[in-house]
């Protein structure tokens, strides 16, 4: 597939119309639609935006929660050649305001019909309503201007994110990186129309737009969507809306088990379901191995991150792992191990992951610096990640971030190290570490743990635990209960929120 209009995300929609147009594809709440629907929904807001002045270029900024109107928006974007800038709708008013001006759109839509924070958004930005029902839009600017030239036909969307540290960017994400993530993934998968996968992701990051909704589309696979995370709406969807995949950040199964213990649930009912994924952070082995004994079936992983469009490294479904790799390379992409200086680093060792391939992002967003902080020589993006590559078989492990890294009397620590011994005590549902800047250039190791339901912690048990686990370098030294991880809509911890949220002891 080359990177041409031709290959644009709408195709996806269109191939699966011309095969199967009363498909039900997605299954929301209040009923199902089919693609022939879909497709006549997206060809509604496609007129409405030509007749606002949209073109190619354009930018078009969806503060939303997940829906049909949504979907029909980036398809109705594609076709007309402009940019779906999504911002998940449980932003705050500033951070909006904030990505909107960067994003300088031609017009500006909310799904305030599933989401009562997309609706308040709309009021502030004087909204009103648009052709498809529960959809708002304005105001329509028309100082906005349009990009050119390649670029503007090679991009789908920009994706503003600020991670779990750094400033916020705008992620430029291809046409061509999800169309072909969305063969990859629906092929890793084995997906087929028959399938359903619990959709609620946020459509506005790359987990959902790529690996939920674009691959789905791929395979003609239903989605069960839903507008936001809802523990008792998971359980219940398993049951009885035929999921099949369920895919999420390690926090959802955490919290997923935790509803059911809640529950004294041992077996949840799930008759279709025949996939679990895991990604957006490092495999929690403790948790792995959980989960693995309440489905019984394999909990996969995979390495992806914005800036490629989806995951460019998985876990084999027909040989899953046992450990915590996050697989081999998916088709097309390429992965080096490098030191501080950029030179390559043998099978084995510890260093940054530097990534090339077709879902490479084409840049930041009117933002040269920051493109220029990441990209190297030959085309490759330093990720910031940790990893090493097995000698014996070349599957990828991550070990965590480059900016994360805690140096602890000349000694580096690293967290996610710390994290999976943490995870492993009994009274532990959840662990995040971090590192606090001491006077002399040290760094304190400072634990943050969210309890498993009616559990206390045993200062004293936990010291002796890790102890057994851990050098002495590597134990926290202060170890600070919460009642939950701050986390993004995505389900990610914010690292970075913890020390301010919950000040550890002088």
């Known amino acids: 597939m080359t ?4 290959g644009r995300i709408h195709h996806l929609l269109d191939h699966l119309h011309a095969e199967r147009p009363d498909h039900p594809i997605l299954h929301e709440p209040h009923g199902t639609t089919s693609v022939a629907q879909l497709v006549a929904l997206s060809a509604q807001v496609e007129s409405e935006l030509r007749a606002d002045g949209v073109g190619p270029g354009d930018r078009v900024l969806i503060v939303a929660e997940n829906c049909a109107a949504h979907i029909a928006l980036l398809f109705a974007c594609s076709r007309i050649g402009a940019w779906t800038c999504g911002l998940n709708a449980r932003l705050a008013p500033a951070e909006v305001a904030g990505f909107a001006a960067k994003a300088d759109a031609r017009v500006a839509y909310f799904t305030s019909g599933v989401s009562d924070a997309a609706a308040a958004h709309a009021r502030t930005a004087g909204a009103w309503a648009s052709v498809l029902p529960g959809l708002e839009r304005g105001p329509v600017s028309r100082a906005s201007q349009p990009e050119g030239g390649p670029l503007a036909e090679r991009v789908a969307a920009a994706i503003f994110t600020s991670g779990t540290t750094g400033s916020p960017k705008g992620v430029l994400v291809s046409h061509l990186g999800l169309t072909h993530f969305a063969r990859v993934s629906a092929a890793s998968r084995s997906l087929t129309p028959e399938d359903r996968a619990y959709a609620f992701l946020p459509m506005t990051h790359i987990f959902g737009l790529a690996t939920v909704l674009m691959a789905s589309l791929q395979a003609g696979c239903g ?27 390690p926090t959802l199964f955490s919290r997923l088990l935790a509803e059911l213990d809640r529950h004294g649930i041992r077996q949840p009912d799930a008759p279709f379901l025949r996939y679990l994924y895991t990604g957006s952070a490092p495999m929690d082995m403790a948790l792995k191995a959980q989960v693995e004994a309440r489905f019984g079936l394999p909990l996969h992983h995979g390495y992806g991150l914005s800036e490629y469009a989806g995951s460019l490294i998985l876990t084999s479904q027909a040989a899953p792992r046992r450990d915590s790799a996050v697989g081999h390379l998916a088709e097309g992409a390429e992965v080096r191990i490098v030191d501080t200086q950029g030179r390559d680093l043998p099978a084995g060792e510890r260093g940054e992951i530097w990534i090339r391939g077709p879902g490479l992002m084409p840049g930041y967003y009117r933002d040269e610096a920051a493109t220029a902080q990441v990209m190297r020589p030959g085309g490759w993006y330093a990720s910031g990640d940790l990893g090493r590559i097995d000698p014996a078989d070349g599957a990828v492990f991550i070990v965590g971030r480059l900016k994360e890294l805690i140096i602890r009397s000349g000694f580096n620590v690293y967290p996610a190290e710390v994290e999976a011994a943490l995870n492993e005590f009994p009274a532990v549902r959840h662990a995040a570490v971090v590192g606090r800047p001491e006077a002399d250039g040290n760094e304190q190791v400072i634990a943050y743990v969210e309890l498993r339901a009616g559990a206390t912690l045993d200062a004293v048990a936990l010291d002796a635990f890790l102890r057994e686990r851990l050098a002495p370098y590597k134990r926290p030294s202060q170890v600070v209960t919460v009642e939950a991880l701050p986390v993004t809509p995505n389900g990610k911890v914010v690292k970075r929120r913890l020390l301010e949220m919950h000040p550890p002891e002088n």
């Open 3 to 6: 990177d041409t209009p031709a």
């Open 223 to 249: 989605l069960v969507l839903r507008a936001r995370f809802d523990l008792a709406d998971v359980v219940h969807a398993l049951a009885h809306e035929q999921v099949s995949n369920l895919q999420g950040p």
